[in-house]
């Protein structure tokens, strides 16, 4: 019984800072409404993921300092709420994804966006370049590339034909489920899921005697869930939402290959964020087809102490054009000079924050 006194007491604490948490975010959401006012006056953007950035920089600063017990990880989850549900306030906004429901690109949108947000899951990668042109929709998150199947081309071409800028890069840990009804994995007949999936589950397959059974690629692997759901003997390759979103059960996680297994989106706007000091810029680049025209061009880059960190090829109706990220912003001095020099070749895809984790 004392024990239980002591908990009861606890609680009563904890019920008090409720209350004043609640109350402060009442304030905060007070403050934001005033913020949406000003931006609605100067036409400024919502969404300014290089200020959410320097808050939780700072605010991991002051939680080191006070040796507080969240870490950097606990911070973010619980401020990015937080900053979503005030955007809201400012101005609710569409977020269109490449769907379907419950796909990877879903939970790198809501990574980001959190719970409050509307969101339009749309087919293809296509159509999201063309509700962002037409207004529709206000944010877009597409896959860009993938650490097992690299580069998206759809993407690619995607910002070849439109002028969607990139606002911000999300990278996720890509982790499937085998998830079914089935009480033992013997009672498993056929398996449905991506076919791009099956080549990342090589292993678990081989090793659980199931590369035997029936593999039926299907266009998706929250479609793989559906199906499975209503049909004993099978199940799914899918992430952890789709089978979440079809309550079907979850037998194995994390049985994908390589553990290492990332997919990077990018966050596509009409707007351009201003420089965070920790930025990255990405851009597309169709050079004369002259020799050396590669070899000058990257050498500009480096005279100018820019460091390239990723430069793929990639062909767009004959053309062999480059995706090249590198760090910096756009408006940096040095980054300026060559951008300018090279403008009729470049088009700038955005600069935004870097996010800590790489593919
Ligand atoms: C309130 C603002 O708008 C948005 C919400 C933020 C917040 O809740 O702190 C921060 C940046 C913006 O994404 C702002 O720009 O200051």
Do not use: W
């Not at 199906?227 to 994390?254: G, M, R």
């Amino acid at each position: 019984m004392a024990n239980e006194d002591g908990l009861l007491e606890l609680r009563e604490q904890l019920d008090s800072i409720d209350n004043k948490i609640l109350d402060l975010l009442n304030n905060r959401m007070k403050l934001v409404h005033k913020v949406g006012a000003l931006k609605a006056k100067s036409g400024g953007a919502i969404y300014r993921p290089e200020r959410e950035k320097s808050i939780i920089d700072r605010l991991e600063k002051i939680n080191n300092e006070k040796n507080g017990l969240l870490n950097r990880n606990a911070i973010e989850a619980l401020f990015l709420e937080i900053f979503a549900i005030s955007r809201n306030i400012e101005l609710p906004e569409n977020i269109g994804y490449l769907g379907p429901q419950g796909s990877f690109t879903h939970q790198a949108a809501e990574a980001r966006f959190g719970a409050m947000s509307s969101y339009v899951s749309i087919s293809s990668i296509k159509g999201i370049f063309k509700e962002l042109e037409l207004k529709k929709i206000k944010y877009g998150v597409v896959p860009i590339e993938n650490s097992s199947n690299g580069i998206v081309n759809d993407t690619i071409n995607g910002f070849s034909n439109f002028n969607s800028k990139i606002i911000a890069e999300v990278v996720l840990n890509i982790h499937h489920t085998l998830a079914t009804t089935c009480d033992k994995i013997s009672d498993i007949k056929k398996i449905y899921s991506k076919d791009i999936a099956f080549d990342q589950c090589r292993k678990f397959l081989t090793n659980f005697g199931l590369d035997e059974v029936e593999l039926i690629p299907v266009e998706s692997t929250t479609k793989a869930a559906k199906l499975s759901a209503i049909e004993p003997n099978s199940a799914a390759i899918c992430p952890h939402v789709a089978a979440k979103l079809y309550n079907l059960p979850i037998l194995f996680e994390n049985i994908e290959d390589k553990d290492n297994n990332k997919t990077r989106f990018f966050i596509l706007s009409d707007f351009e964020n201003t420089p965070s000091g920790n930025d990255k810029t990405s851009i597309l680049v169709n050079l004369p087809d002259e020799q050396g025209s590669l070899v000058k061009f990257l050498n500009d880059f480096n005279d100018a102490g820019i460091n390239l960190t990723k430069i793929k090829s990639h062909i767009v109706e004959g053309n062999s054009i480059f995706f090249i990220d590198f760090d910096g912003h756009k408006d940096d001095e040095n980054v300026k000079k060559v951008l300018e020099k090279h403008k009729s070749s470049i088009k700038i895809l955005g600069s935004y924050v870097k996010e800590i984790k790489d593919i």
